[in-house]
């Protein structure tokens, strides 16, 4: 174990993960370094607890990790910081007393993110081998939130181990905001016999000031024709076209920001709706959108 300046390692001790029992180790300080001797380790998973004194005040540690007594033993060390959008590597060693063997990893974390790692890894020579997992988090995953990873790796005879390491997420992004529809134009005759009929709607797709702007708008539900085209006078606004048969009276799309914040919104032919997740920046139906939806509210009564 590595000293800090100043600090004294007073007491050792594994300490099983499901329970208070624990073990204590007889410490022995080295050039630089304290050797610790435990005659038994726990059954099961445990932590290592280290007390000791620091300028004359008591402090205590816990590692955490948790360990098992295992024949296979894997370590894993990396940056604490991990920035999303950017492939964030885990080194990782795997050794074991069996050699000429293959060890099953297996990688989880708590938050979803996309990951590589070899899911087989051979212990030739050398009684150990390292592999490396890479974390993908989204651009829009915020700052301050944490990931915890799990390498976890198994002989073929069953033995096995893990190691947990914490990561915290470190963005420079602040665009997190869906981008947002305004309808700009709705043209709906539907009659009582729907299937001669079309309705039709134009809108406007935006990201707002601060936004990084819309990537992508596709159709989510709906049948109809449509079309989704960049502003070639503005980058920042994306238009949309629709255009189907009254006998389908709406429709969904789906918009995704720059950062992947996906707005999901929905119209029909004689209203607009937006969904909650693309309200954040959205504005109220203009009067004349109000004027217009009556229209067509007083329309479809009439023709009861
Ligand atoms: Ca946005």
Redesign the pocket.
């Known amino acids: 174990m590595e000293t800090f300046d100043s600090a004294k390692v007073t007491e050792v001790a594994l300490v099983e993960a499901q329970g208070t029992n624990s073990v204590s180790g007889t410490v022995k300080a080295q050039e630089g370094s304290y050797m610790v001797h435990f005659s038994t380790i726990p059954a099961g998973q445990f932590v290592v607890r280290v007390k000791g004194t620091k300028d004359s005040s008591v402090f205590q540690r816990q590692s955490s990790t948790s360990f098992t007594s295992s024949n296979l033993t894997i370590s894993a060390s990396a940056d604490s910081l991990l920035t999303p959008g950017t492939p964030f590597v885990v080194p990782f060693s795997v050794s074991s007393a069996e050699v000429g063997v293959n060890i099953t990893i297996r990688v989880t974390n708590n938050r979803g993110f996309a990951s590589t790692f070899p899911s087989v890894l051979m212990i030739d020579s050398g009684n150990s081998t390292n592999g490396t997992v890479t974390l993908s988090a989204p651009l829009n995953t915020r700052s301050g939130s944490d990931v915890t990873l799990t390498i976890e790796a198994e002989t073929p005879t069953g033995d096995d181990n893990f190691v947990v390491q914490r990561f915290a997420v470190f963005n420079t992004v602040t ?5 947002v529809c305004e309808l700009t134009g709705l043209q709906s005759n539907c009659s009582t016999d729907c299937n001669s009929d079309q309705w039709w709607f134009s809108a406007r797709v935006t ?2 000031a601060d ?2 702007g819309v990537n992508r708008v596709s159709l989510k539900q709906g049948d109809g024709n449509f079309t989704a085209t960049k502003d070639p006078n503005n980058p920042n606004i994306t238009t949309v076209s629709y255009s189907a048969s009254c006998c389908a009276p709406s429709m969904q799309l789906q918009a995704v ?1 720059n ?1 992947g ?1 996906v707005g999901t919104c929905s119209f029909s032919n004689s209203s607009v709706v937006t969904s909650p997740s693309s309200l954040a920046t959205g504005t109220a139906p203009s009067t004349g959108l109000l004027f217009l939806n009556m229209i067509i509210l007083l329309f479809s009564y009439l023709l009861k």
Do not use: K
């Open positions: 665009d997190f905001s869906a981008p990201d707002g936004g990084t920001d950062v914040n």
